[in-house]
């Protein structure tokens, strides 16, 4: 079920019950796996790895409920050299994946997402719409990236880390803000990071601490509410 | 492969790669995505979209360990007007999906299960089986679920809530009871809800607390374990 | 698309739309899904049950970022008798999985694991590399088991519990060393485990603490930082 207008480089392999869209445009040395499914318009770089199960470049979904309705005029997805997906993953159209990342199993990636270059996005991530996440950054299993989030260059982020962007809990009038995580910021395990918080540049959160303010460059903090390591 | 007995309404789109097997019924304006496999009975509503590789109709599944062994004996999925169902998605015979509810890409929903009309149930949530959720609920990303759970009406759970109902842990004698979640009740992001706990109506429950007790209507509790907010 | 080189034994039966690779082995009375792959060289016993959209035998894959490379030259993934594997799951090669295991919807068990028999590994439950996991083990759903961690037998795992093996985040130099759970060791529902601690017999963690200290045998630890109960 490959459209007649997917433009395809050399050396490419695609496995068995693959869908291939209209416009989709896919560089050399591309491998596909099986099982795969590739929305209109996506743009393969060369060298990428699409493994089982995966679906690129889906449109976003809402219901009536839905107070804060997605922008459904998105550009395609956009794939960059060297990347690797994992299996059963889902990136949405209107996201940019720079050189080099790997997109690990289970992982989800919303619209309008920018990952920068080398950076991993751990198996079953789930990374929001309308988040920054810069180059060599880290974001282990499980953790959650919500929505209106920047993660600058070089930071790590443990597993099951947990963020959000809505201090009033769906009040529906408040702007959407997720933390800020400065260059270098390392992030303990299932830590929950609040709305619009900022931990500054080396800044080191502690495992399983709440962060309900911000965290001054190089400070570690642990506990829950976080507060100043003593030692 | 679509069985010969799958009854369909008119005006149905279905993707390439897919299973529809023995007397489901497909209602008018149902678009169905790539890789979907529809079991035996599902009932499908006007209106409803599947997006691609989900699986609709599961029966339950055991091993000799498991002290509780599901029934087998199930009416079909029922799924409303208007749902949506994201990709990846996994929804278990003997639920009701009321209608106008979405289900985010790679949710999953056990048997005897009722989602009321409106709700969201978020990306990579899990709800585990007997559970019962109001009408226009949220429920946000990566959430957990557990058996025996009630959410009624209007509760906002944001990400990454935990909740269990065994408060022996495998002790195989007691009861199992889910936390009980009262109308318009809200839970912060990554919040541990014990076994059953009751959150009282309007009360909110802050972000990454560890909610041991009952919380009064309209109370704010914070921390680990959780207490009364002071401001 | 069966490669005419995979073995298989009495009584299979296979859904459609499968890929089962080279030199794949297929015991007795085996029942597959649809819309599985299976890799080259798996070993699937007797009884065994593979649900749809599930990917057997994945080979690692990594990045230029990452400083610990997986292991490329692995054994086949090894499936015992009587095994049941949910839907949307993705195991690896290297990893063994004894009779009886119950590996619930969208698991994931990395390479190098050992799952003893008759054990859970819950619905979502992301097993990393290098794992040992002993017999009649119950890991609940969403729980996060990391690189290098050893889980004893009868060690019984709530819902969403998170662990973590890299006490300087990403420092590169050190040696990586998850929890360990001695036998009969119970934790609550979304608690996070230190990277070493010992957690020691028929010790119980309560929900929600953070384990930064090992736990005496069957003491019962709670808050964060976990401390001894004084109920």
Do not use: W
Request: one cysteine or more.
């Amino acid at each position: 079920m490959i459209d007649k207008t997917a433009v395809q480089g050399e050396n490419i392999t695609i496995g068995s019950y693959v869908v291939i869209e209209k416009n989709v445009l896919i560089g050399n040395n591309v491998e596909i796996g099986n099982h795969v499914t590739i929305k209109e318009g996506t743009i393969i770089s060369d060298n990428v790895v699409i493994s089982d199960f995966s679906l690129l470049g889906k449109a976003p979904s809402s219901n009536n409920k839905m107070a804060r309705k997605p922008i459904m005029d998105l550009d395609p997805l956009y794939i960059g050299e060297n990347v690797k997906v994992g299996s059963h993953c889902c990136l949405y159209k209107g996201s940019t994946i720079h050189p080099g990342v790997l997109v690990a199993d289970m992982a989800s990636i919303r619209e309008h997402v920018t990952v920068g270059a080398n950076s991993i996005i751990g198996k079953n991530v789930m990374v929001e719409n309308n988040t920054t996440i810069g180059d060599n950054v880290t974001i282990q299993t499980a953790s959650y990236v919500t929505a209106h989030m920047l993660i600058e260059d070089e930071v790590f982020i443990g597993p099951c880390m947990s963020s959000s962007n809505d201090k009033y809990m769906a009040s529906r009038t408040k702007e959407l803000q997720g933390p800020i995580l400065k260059k270098g910021a390392k992030i303990g395990n299932n830590a929950s990071l609040l709305p619009g918080i900022v931990v500054g540049e080396k800044a080191i959160v502690g495992a399983g601490s709440v962060i309900t303010k911000d965290v001054p460059a190089s400070e570690v903090v642990l506990g829950n509410p976080g507060r100043k390591s003593k030692s």
